[in-house]
């Protein structure tokens, strides 16, 4: 396979030695995580056993089936699961399916035109916004002026943001008034490409909302957080007009300073597997897109992972962004244990983002993103999943969205 001219030679490294056993390992990782976040299993123990069911399955065994049958690579694999998702008609179960495929290979998919690829749009119930503003006035009758985009983290898509009944952006809709909109993205792909599409697009949005915009604010989950800040720093560079109307951040187990999950040899891979959230996230190996190499150290610019070895153990020596000036920005992060320092907070955190790296804490003063401490608040017995739907999650996001 000829090597797409625009990719560094490591960002291929991770495939040149894709065998029948790498393909089905990518097979069990992306079917265990909709396994384990389908049953809504405790947030440590073992993760409940079994395989999933429906069209998810049957995606599962016809990945198996082709691998074993022709002993081919990646494309072959590829090519049997295209068909599958060539539907104009779409289900939530298939677009997780998608949303964890991408977040594992999108940077794969999309240097090959892959039809699987997912393209980053702005969602309300699953449908993409056209943006220009008869479309926007047409689609969103009711739009306000007061906008919330809330993005998404990695494997995930924007219709998971409702879990167990609940949505915070449709909650702050009816409680305060915010017109929601939902980024939907390839995960996969370096999380600087993706923060420039991002501005980009949210620039499109402003300039083309049908009424006046009284406030912009952005929610970001664990990677969409990183995503948000590398938006910003592109948007500012760019001289876009968005980010001086950017009024507030609230990061939500955002890894500012990095995962463990891309870092940390053995016993981190042993940590990971208390969580049926994040143990099959611990089987990933050299099988690794873009974006999640960029969660090893946080990075969001270009500079950062150019010319690298993406999958080298060596420190990381990237400049460290500082938060956006101008805007209040929270962080929430989530620890499994009862209360703050004990031990599941000081191996786990979340079960997938490290409590200092959640609230931008670094032992080096310099690379320290020093949120104020009216800005940062830790959820107690919370895993990184818990920050979509718990109650004490969202009353302090709606307060902080209350305040001036």
Known sequence: MPKPAHLHPTDLH?????????????????????????????????????????????VYRSI???????????????????????????????????????GV???????????????????????????????????????????????HGLCMNDLQWKRQGHDHGAALAADLGFTPLYLHYNSGRHVSTNGREFADLLES?????????????????????????????????AGHAWPRRLKKIIFLGTPHHGAPMERGGNW??????????????????????????DLRHGYLLDEDWHGRDRFARSASHHKTLPLPQGVKCHAIAATTGKQTGDLKDRLLGD??????????????????????????????????????SRKVVYARIRQWLEED
């Open 14 to 58: 991770g495939f040149s030695r894709m065998t029948i056993d790498a393909v089905a390992g990518l097979t069990d990782l992306v079917e265990a995580m909709h396994h384990n976040i389908a049953s809504t299993p405790a947030r440590l123990g073992k993760a409940p056993a079994g395989r999933t069911r429906g069209i998810t399955g049957f």
């Open 268 to 293: 981190i891979d042993i940590a990971l597997g208390l969580s049926p959230y994040t143990a099959p996230l611990s089987r990933l190996g050299k099988i690794r897109s873009a974006g999640i190499t």
């Open 351 to 388: 079960g997938l983002v490290p409590l200092a790296s959640a609230l931008g804490s670094h032992a080096k003063r310099e690379r320290n993103l020093a949120f104020p401490q009216d800005r940062q608040w830790v959820a107690s017995e919370t895993g990184h999943l818990d920050l979509l």
């Open 105 to 151: 290979l999108g940077d794969y998919l999309e240097a090959n035109n892959n039809p699987m690829a997912i393209r980053m749009r702005l969602r309300q119930s699953g449908h993409a916004l056209q943006l220009d503003k008869s479309s926007l006035a047409a689609t969103l009758p009711k739009a306000g002026g007061k906008l919330l985009v809330l993005v």
């Open 64 to 102: 198996r089936g082709v691998t074993r049958l022709v002993g081919g690579g990646l494309d072959a694999v590829l090519g049997r699961l295209t068909p599958l998702f060539g539907e104009k008609q779409s289900s939530p179960e298939r677009e997780a399916v998608l949303a964890a495929l991408n």
């Open 205 to 237: 949005l402003l300039a083309n909302w049908p009424i006046p915009v009284e406030e912009l604010d952005i929610l970001g989950h664990s990677m969409g957080g990183l995503l948000t800040r590398s938006a910003w720093h592109y948007g500012t560079a």
